[in-house]
């Protein structure tokens, strides 16, 4: 379409060029506004999106500095995808970014099209690209924003120019529809445009262009200004498809947002309309300035449009919640926080990994070496006394471990160790996280090689306990005694913060090590004494070196996953971030 309509109306090729020249400066700007909100951005979003005046404000101020609100709903799906920030706090800062993506308008309406900006442009780009040749990091990205705005404001100048050269061949003016009618028409329109350049910035510079040189009314304007703000919602709802529930639940909230917004905006356009003029007297814009009212416009049905839906957030949030259910599959169990659209942002993927691999050994390792004990997860979690607790588990579970390991591990170990080798492969990681993925992989497979020890611990237990061999029932039993102490020291350790248990931890683990080495003189004795038989002992033996190997194992689990070594996402030592 672009093709013909370039062939037929050549015209239009130079407000062609200024679009695409200014969409490119938009992607150099977000790229070099990445290097200095390094470590800036993962360290703010947990501690401000716990209040919602704190999620707005920041979304607000960040997509001011991107200069893209897309950019910001993309990155905020992800976050929420990874369990990073809460629904609530998302939506937060979806709405501040819809009021931080007005700062384009303003930037536009006040600098862009009142000043010769193609002269301002060129010593930008000179030094812009001279910049991002350099090899420090920050004169690259000090490049890159510098480039960024000169082909920005290039873009800009194009399409004025085309924009003049266009207003002498046709007069687009005279397709304005005036009216409720043309307010509909148009707003399409702006939804369409929007759609095609997947950015609202792009559609605002394209309509502030048009308005400054009358090719298009200022009535029309508004609706296309409305329009552009629902079209802004595709890019969200496109980065939702390959993220969980939680992304698409915030990609929802953003469309429901920006559509009720426009909603109120079409009704009450003639009352906001006077508003801006009354404030335009205020702030000195004049009367004829129609493109710095455009700008006033965009930032007051925004903001108007929080003010509005403020008071419905919790409402809104329990209504995604319910509307959009998570997928529970009865036979196998599936990874709940790795998805495609985290992959683009490292530490959030190294987040999302962590707490895959947290949720693998809470719901489904912990419960197969509980349940492969002849033990209830309740009774380790509980304060009874080991002792006790062996004593009273003397009934055969029945517990397939096999069966437990192909719904609940199989898959989602798969699917860690897949999305590990994807990020490392994809992604250029420094080497601190590229040994973050590595050691989580290991912890994964540690997991998986004590479900296989504890298969074989399972059988000879439910064997001891047939047989009613009494010194050999009590041999097992304090098996069992040791690993219960160990998965109860390991709960304490990841729901309390008290390092004490860590210390525990290593105490075991040292023992553990030191009775891999050396023989158990009870079994000697037995054996001695033929208080038990051959085969009985070799059953014995083999799982005396099982259960120290376990224990050691799964101790090395806790710590890689819960030994704070995610405090990545609190340290500011950390240069990778999660842009």
């Known amino acids: ?26 992607i150099m700007l977000e790229e070099g506004f990445k290097v200095f909100t390094k470590g800036f951005l993962k360290n703010i979003l947990k501690k401000v999106t716990n209040k919602l005046y704190k999620s707005i404000t920041v979304g607000a101020i960040v997509t001011a500095i991107l200069n893209s609100s897309s950019l910001v709903s993309v990155i905020t799906i992800s976050f929420i995808s990874a369990g990073l920030i809460s629904l609530s706090g998302g939506i937060g800062l979806i709405f501040g970014a819809n009021i931080g ?16 900006i193609a002269t301002l442009a060129m010593p930008m ?3 812009g690209l001279i910049f991002s040749f350099q090899k420090k990091e920050a004169l690259k990205g000090l490049g890159n924003v510098l480039a960024g705005l000169g082909f920005f404001f290039l873009g800009i100048h194009f399409m004025k120019e085309g924009f003049d050269v266009f207003s002498y061949n046709i007069d687009l003016t005279q397709y304005a529809i005036k009216g409720f009618l ?6 399409g329109l702006g939804i369409v445009i929007t759609t095609i350049l997947q950015s609202s910035g792009a559609t605002m510079a394209l309509i502030l262009t048009a308005l400054s040189v009358e090719q298009i009314t200022y009535e029309n304007a508004l609706a296309l200004a409305i329009g552009a703000n629902i079209g802004t919602t595709i890019t969200a709802v496109l980065g939702s498809i390959s993220a969980n529930v939680a992304g698409r639940r915030l990609a929802t909230a953003h469309v429901i947002f920006n559509i009720v917004t426009a909603i109120v905006a079409i009704i009450f356009l003639p009352p906001i309309t006077n508003l801006v003029n009354y404030l335009a007297i205020i702030f000195g814009i004049s009367e004829s300035d129609f493109t710095l009212k455009l700008s006033l416009f965009h930032t007051l049905f925004n903001v108007f449009g929080v003010l509005i839906m403020l008071p419905f957030i919790k409402k809104l949030e329990n209504f995604l919640v319910k509307f959009l259910k998570e997928k529970v599959s009865k036979d196998i169990d599936e990874p709940k926080f790795l998805n495609e659209a985290v992959l683009e942002f490292p530490s959030a993927t190294i987040h999302a990994l962590t707490e895959e691999s947290k949720y693998l050994y809470k719901n489904a390792v912990f419960e197969i070496v509980a349940h492969g004990l002849n033990i209830h997860r309740d009774d380790i979690k509980s304060s009874k006394k080991v002792g006790k607790i062996v004593k009273n588990s003397n009934n055969d579970l029945n517990v397939n471990v096999t069966d437990l390991y192909l719904k609940k591990v199989k898959t989602i170990y798969g699917e860690i160790l897949k999305y590990a080798s994807t990020a490392q492969k994809n992604q250029k990681l420094p080497e601190k996280l590229s040994t973050r993925i590595d050691d989580i992989k290991i912890a994964n497979r540690k997991m998986v090689e004590t479900i296989k020890d504890v298969r074989e611990l399972n059988k000879n237990i439910t064997l001891a306990l047939n047989i009613k061999n009494k010194y050999l029932i009590k041999e097992y039993n304090n098996f069992r005694k040791k690993v219960i102490k160990v998965l109860r020291i390991i709960y304490l350790f990841r729901t309390q913060d008290d390092e004490k248990y860590g210390l525990k931890l290593a105490e075991l683990k040292n023992e553990a090590k030191e009775n891999i080495k050396h023989s158990n003189k009870s079994m000697d004795k037995l054996i001695r004494d033929d208080l038990i038989t051959t085969e009985m002992a070799s059953s014995l033996f083999n799982d005396y070196a099982n259960v120290n190997d376990m224990i050691k194992k799964l101790i090395e689990v806790a710590e890689i996953l819960y030994d704070d070594k995610d ?6 030592n950390f240069s990778e971030d999660i842009l």
Do not use: D, R
């Open 1 to 26: 379409m672009l093709a013909v309509l370039l062939y037929f109306n050549p015209n239009f090729k130079t407000i062609g060029a200024g679009v695409a020249i200014l969409l490119f400066g938009m």
């Open 101 to 116: 993506s007005t700062a384009t308008a303003w930037l536009i309406a006040a600098f862009g099209l009142k000043i010769n």
């Open 125 to 127: 780009l000179v030094f």
């Open 182 to 187: 043309g307010i509909l028409v148009y707003a």
């Open 567 to 572: 405090s990545l996402f609190e340290n500011n």
